[in-house]
């Protein structure tokens, strides 16, 4: 029995000052979902900011009531005697801004019309994410985090906050992401996103007003990132040409079990995510590049940086290989940073960063355990 | 300037026959849209048969006019002097059947109802069409044929022909090809089946009747599947991060270069290509697995075979890796066939086998003239 931060609630968090989005456009102001385990130092000196990747948000561990069925989303890494202890951390889980889970986006009434945002929610960035976490920070009196955490997007933003406010982490745990998207991994994005976009049922992102959601569109997009969460091999492994009735039907119905298996994912998926929030998402995570504005080059851009690094990548991931991790590790390497880096053998592909795995949780408690010991010393 | 089999005349090939095809459905007659470029030799032992892939047809090498925007599919490959020379050989491209280019299709009118097949027309599979250009080799009075060719979906047809007529094959040239789809190539096949299936102007296959046709889902599976054709490394060559306004306008308009170019060829193929096809197509790839009477082993179907082989693949094919190619050329030995191999280098992913590469060319044309001095001598 591993140990849970057992039942917790959310707390949605007002911001009341305006802010200036990269896009242009200003919010007056924003909510914020959040969960937090643990127990802030006098010292204030041990909190742990989780930055969730595309779907996911501030549910990070535990669970809601006891017969909730599912805890959150990383509930394996955190919790006490965990690899995140919550014994010794104040662990902060955060809906973005734009997200479907609480915090202000797209679906949330827009005050000014009593409508949900929808097609009017300006874009969103990385960096207008780091800033609403920073905020937050300074909503719990935390000056510098202990250290930013995440996996896929979530380590773009861990990366972001150690260039946009370097004096405000003291560590980046940068999992199974990369430096900027390829234009393979922008294509994947864009046939997602044309999915949803020309869903009859989007309404030009107004379709909360039709009372439809674009459902079809939705659905093939998580169909399509499932495939590039998990492995060639992996898939093979757990489905291979597993055929549903043990032959072939001659149909369009299901005949593989990985058939069932990814319409179930989307079907699931689009009854509960909004599908404005999985379009802003993953133009976030096409417009980061943090040495855009340095010719391309990120080694410029990580010289701000004052944190250490802990990078870890996934052998069989190849939404962000490890060789997209070997460029973060480096240029930081190149600017003169602090950085441990782990490749992760593991047949999982890009979901094996949420996933139970020895060697995996081994390091990342290693790791933790020297910020534990600086902080809480 | 490289010689071209100039102009070009298709012509269909009634077959008044029924076939009994693999799903249980037989067609009472069909017809086959065919080309064919050189001379048959007074032996008749000098026909190659080209097999095409997913969206190919028949119309492989040369112009329809003078003004014909584009030659042939393949017109790199074929011709007068070209790898596989029109001089010596006795050249057959034929649209298979279930296709939208002339051949016997669901966009045919069926005879029995005036409309058009659509959801009545049977699925095929790549034994099927086996058969069905086994007649189409009767058609000529060729009772073995010099070569059977076909890259991806075409190399799996050369391949089911050594096993369904092993005495009538004397080479099989087997490109960028794999002896059957692993889960994630299915994968990637439905989530492009069910863009088709869930527009709703598919209406179940009968969207001829309704004067529409699936142009969302269509457009979509197109975009996926070129995502899946080219190389993360080729993508990266070609398109990288280029903006095509040269900065980010925070919209969902083409932003990325790579964008523009799949919504290009997503659009240009839903114009033309009938969506019923596509399907078939796919579900013809997802069944295709010789070694499936034999508990999956792919060596005692092939020791059936007679037929010596070249195979060959691309190092940065992902679609059909060259692991792929090297089961099949495994499997071959291992039934004591006669087989060579050739893996080339190349940034193109799997539409390598299309382009026009030195090392590649030089390969078939050896291979080829090899096969001239047995047939032509």
Same mark, same amino acid.
């Given at each position: ?28 102001? *924003?909510?914020?979902?959040?969960? /937090? *385990? ?93 800033? /609403? ?116 039907? *001659? ?20 009854? *509960? ?105």
């Amino acid at each position: 029995m591993t140990q849970s931060v057992g039942i917790v609630t959310p707390q949605k968090i007002a911001f009341e000052t305006p802010i200036a989005l990269s896009s242009g456009v200003t919010l007056p102001r *924003y909510d914020l979902m959040v969960e /937090t *385990y643990g127990e802030l130092n006098a010292a204030r000196s041990n909190a742990i900011l989780i930055c969730h990747a595309l779907s996911g948000h501030h549910h990070v561990a535990g669970r809601h009531s006891q017969d909730d069925k599912a805890p959150g989303w990383w509930d394996t890494m955190i919790g006490p005697g965990k690899p995140i202890d919550t014994d010794r951390f104040f662990v902060i889980g955060v809906n973005n801004l734009g997200g479907c889970h609480g915090s202000t986006g797209p679906s949330t009434i827009d005050p000014a019309t009593g409508e949900p945002f929808g097609s009017t929610f300006p874009l969103v960035l990385v960096r207008d994410w780091v800033e /609403t976490q920073a905020r937050l920070a300074d909503h719990f009196g935390i000056r510098q985090l202990a250290a930013v955490v995440g996996g896929s997007l979530g380590g773009m933003q861990a990366l972001r906050w150690t260039i946009t406010h370097p004096e405000r982490v003291r560590h980046a745990l940068v999992i199974a992401s990369a430096p900027k998207l390829t234009a393979q991994n922008i294509a994947f994005n864009d046939v997602a996103r044309q999915a949803i976009l020309t869903d009859p049922d989007f309404h030009g992102g107004d379709y909360y007003r039709h009372g439809v959601v674009p459902r079809r569109g939705l659905r093939l997009a998580r169909m399509l990132g499932h495939i590039t969460y998990l492995s060639d091999d992996g898939m093979g492994e757990k489905f291979g040409r597993l055929l549903r009735s043990g032959e072939y039907k *001659y149909g369009y119905e299901v005949e593989f079990e990985i058939e069932s298996y990814l319409r179930y994912q989307g079907d699931k998926f689009s009854d *509960y995510f909004d599908a404005n929030t999985y379009l802003l998402m993953t133009k976030a995570l096409d417009y980061f590049d943090p040495g855009r504005h340095y010719d391309g080059d990120l080694v410029p851009a990580l010289r701000e940086a004052q944190a250490r690094f802990l990078v870890v990548s996934f052998t069989t991931d190849w939404r962000f290989s490890p060789a997209r991790s070997r460029e973060i590790v480096k240029a930081l390497l190149d600017a003169g940073r602090d950085v441990s880096y782990a490749e992760i053998e593991s047949v999982h592909g890009h979901d094996a960063f949420l996933m139970e795995d020895a060697p995996y949780h081994n390091i990342m408690r290693a790791y933790m355990n020297r910020i534990d010991a600086e902080v809480n010393a």
